[in-house]
């Protein structure tokens, strides 16, 4: 959270435990004392305050006297003080990790809607694979088993899963890790450059070839080359890979020079290799020097518990990307599970990423995740506000004035009754009479329009919801049993 956070409790054994926690979370805090709170705080600061004992006992007149600020209460023993419009929530001991982001979440949204502000991440061993399901373990276990062998390796499983991760663990953890990785995607090349692509070709080979040039091959010399979507490699190209698997030589396009290939090849698809072979688009002699060892990368979906491990891991490489910080809060990665994940990890990616530019250094609850991603139903905390906040808002409302707003208002008639040229010596109820004001101004633009809220919303110049919670606040629902 931006908003800074205060610890103020005289039971120091909590406190230390309270602030472990908070470390614990990255969430930056501060102890502060009673006597104190006045040099950090005025009556309109927005921070969040962790109230729990005070030797004073005045913890109502100090919760009203911040209205701004949200308070969550230490310990069953200020139960009491729930009803509190800015006291948000009530943390009893042993403390939840679970518990402590809903409540900063909904302490989050409490400043967020402040009247006044409207519109204003043996497992360590392997790179980038993130996850404790038994799909995860096993992927990691034949990772493991093969990556000290030179045996060809055949990675399926659907888009966006991570098989190129998978490839580039087995190339680390293996005798090859001192020679380079060399990925070629085969249907990302037009098929008349994918043997150069792949081979390389000497200088004259065919029109274009101003000097020679390395193929993949050449480049992964005493490394790896990953071939990805070899599914979409077209079947001459086949004939041909399938040559130089098979002899371990091939020469350059436009050469007669063979050339040894001291590379592993590891090649991946989403594709039914087995399907196509009994369609004609595969070669099942490659398949079978290609399938020598198959890992299979589960889809998303078949390890939702890995979910919550993922977004920490994806919340961290956004931050590495210059993104700032995002978290979740229990609810919103309980819904994220239920999710099917047709993009599998890659989407998951995307997500925690647009998150992240949407909500920086916030936490994200189902309420705020897009609506394809809500599976949950949940009640989302609505904040409830002090009298004095509100009001303050109606009056900046009714006299923030700009030139279109008041071509808007010429089309308005004030009551007589309503208007006061001159204080009467007695004075006035200013609160009373703005009041009346705005009670005579909404009725005027609801019978105007027959209570369509949407239409005297917008003579009034107010947003629809705004509009309603006015509208409830005076009692000026329409009643349908007189419609």
Same mark, same amino acid.
């Given at each position: ?225 990953? /071939? ?5 490699? @077209?079947? %001459?190209?086949? #004939?041909?890979? &399938?040559?130089? =698997?098979? $002899? !371990? ?83 919103? /990665? ?5 999710? @099917?994940? %047709?993009?599998? #990890?890659?989407? &998951?990616?995307? =997500?925690? $990423? !647009? ?129």
């Amino acid at each position: 959270m931006t908003t800074k956070l205060y610890i103020l409790d005289q039971q120091e054994q909590r406190t230390t435990r309270l602030g472990a926690v908070l470390s614990f979370i990255s969430e930056s805090h501060q102890l502060v004392q009673y006597h104190e709170l006045d040099q950090y705080l005025h009556a309109e600061s927005k921070a969040v305050i962790l109230l729990g004992a005070l030797s004073s006992q005045d913890h109502e007149h100090l919760i009203r006297r911040y209205p701004a600020c949200a308070f969550l209460l230490l310990g069953e023993t200020l139960k009491h003080h729930l009803g509190l419009p800015n006291v948000v929530g009530l943390l009893t001991e042993p403390f939840s990790y679970a518990s402590f982001t809903q409540l900063l979440r909904d302490c989050q949204e409490y400043q967020r809607l402040l009247p006044g502000q409207k519109g204003q991440s043996e497992q360590s061993r392997f790179v980038g694979m993130v996850g404790q399901t038994p799909a995860m373990q096993q992927v990691r276990f034949l990772i493991q088993q093969v990556a000290k062998t030179d045996a060809n390796v055949l990675i399926l499983g659907d888009s966006g899963t991570g098989k190129e991760v998978v490839a580039r663990n087995i190339h680390v953890l293996s005798n090859r890790h001192q020679g380079p990785f060399v990925p070629l995607n085969c249907g990302a090349i037009p098929a008349e450059l994918l043997e150069s692509e792949l081979f390389g070709h000497e200088k004259g080979a065919f029109t274009g070839a101003i000097s020679t040039r390395k193929g993949r091959f050449e480049l992964a010399q005493g490394g790896t080359l990953f /071939l990805d979507e070899i599914g979409d490699m @077209p079947l %001459p190209m086949q #004939v041909k890979l &399938l040559r130089v =698997l098979q $002899e !371990r030589v091939y020469e350059r396009v436009g050469g007669s020079q063979p050339i040894r290939a001291d590379v592993r090849i590891i090649a991946a698809t989403h594709r039914a290799l087995e399907q196509m072979i009994e369609d004609g688009r595969f070669r099942e002699d490659l398949f079978y020097r290609l399938n020598v060892f198959p890992i299979e990368t589960p889809a998303l979906r078949d390890r939702a518990d890995d979910l919550p491990l993922l977004v920490q891991e994806l919340i961290v490489r956004t931050e590495q990307q210059g993104h700032a910080k995002v978290k979740f809060t229990e609810r919103a /990665l309980e819904s994220l599970k239920l999710h @099917p994940w %047709p993009g599998n #990890v890659r989407e &998951l990616a995307n =997500l925690v $990423e !647009r998150m992240a530019i949407m909500y920086p250094n916030q936490v994200v609850d189902v309420a705020e995740l897009p609506q394809k991603y809500r599976h949950l139903e949940v009640e989302t905390y609505v904040p409830v506000y002090p009298d004095a906040l509100l009001e303050r808002d109606a009056i900046n409302e009714l006299f923030q004035s700009s030139d279109d707003e008041e071509e808007q208002s010429d089309a308005l008639s004030f009551p007589a009754s309503g208007s006061i040229e001159i204080l009467p010596e007695q004075g006035v109820d200013l609160k009373e009479f703005l009041a009346e004001l705005e009670i005579s101004l909404i009725t005027q633009a609801l019978e105007r329009h027959e209570y369509v809220v949407a239409r005297a919303a917008d003579i009034l110049c107010l947003r629809r919801t705004t509009l309603v919670e006015k509208m409830r606040k005076y009692n000026l629902m329409r009643d349908e049993s007189q419609a």
